[in-house]
């Protein structure tokens, strides 16, 4: 695996921090982050925590065709509750919170300036099938990066 560098930095005081060839949907994924993005800390740290529980939907834009209609969105009809992005993508802003600390931050006072996904490498993988014939089972994989900016 090459070294990945951060897609954009920014001005000022800031935390970042990168989630690496997580095995999540690369789908999920950008829906999240683009949900997320401007967000402050703690109401993403929540809205993250209520994916997971199943009690709020993220909408999605992009990736919307045959996806059901879920009640309380804004902005968009379509939506999902992606349980395993959500808990991979809520490790990774923990993880931009704790540097935050190390820093000497206040997290509480922060918000999300970018939350972006990268193409990660494919696990290649094979299924068999009848007669000794076999399918290609391919998983993709995603990189996650989050930086958190003071609101000033």
């Given at each position: 695996m090459?070294?990945?560098?951060?897609?954009?930095?920014?001005a000022g005081?800031?935390?970042r921090?990168?989630?690496?060839?997580?095995?999540?949907?690369?789908?999920h994924?950008?829906e999240?982050?683009?949900?997320l993005?401007?967000?402050?800390?703690?109401?993403?740290k929540?809205y993250l925590?209520?994916?997971?529980?199943?009690?709020?939907?993220?909408?999605?834009?992009?990736?919307?065709?045959?996806?059901?209609?879920?009640?309380?969105?804004v902005?968009?009809?379509?939506?999902?509750?992606?349980?395993k992005?959500?808990?991979?993508?809520?490790?990774?802003?923990?993880?931009?919170?704790?540097?935050?600390e190390?820093?000497?931050?206040?997290?509480?006072?922060?918000k999300?300036?970018?939350?972006?996904t990268l193409?990660?490498?494919?696990?290649?993988?094979?299924?068999?099938?009848?007669?000794?014939?076999?399918?290609?089972?391919?998983?993709?994989?995603?990189?996650?990066?989050?930086?958190?900016?003071?609101?000033?």
């Open positions: 090459g070294r990945l560098n951060y897609s954009l930095v920014p005081r800031s935390s921090a990168m989630g690496m060839e997580l095995r999540i949907s690369p789908k994924a950008r999240i982050c683009n949900s993005r401007g967000m402050k800390v703690k109401v993403a929540a925590e209520d994916v997971v529980a199943l009690k709020r939907a993220v909408p999605f834009k992009r990736y919307a065709r045959n996806v059901a209609h879920r009640h309380g969105l902005g968009a009809d379509a939506g999902r509750y992606p349980q992005a959500a808990k991979a993508v809520l490790e990774v802003l923990a993880n931009a919170i704790s540097n935050a190390y820093k000497g931050m206040e997290p509480d006072g922060m999300i300036y970018h939350a972006g193409k990660g490498r494919t696990v290649r993988g094979w299924m068999p099938r009848a007669m000794g014939r076999a399918t290609p089972k391919n998983h993709e994989t995603v990189s996650v990066e989050m930086i958190l900016t003071e609101v000033s």
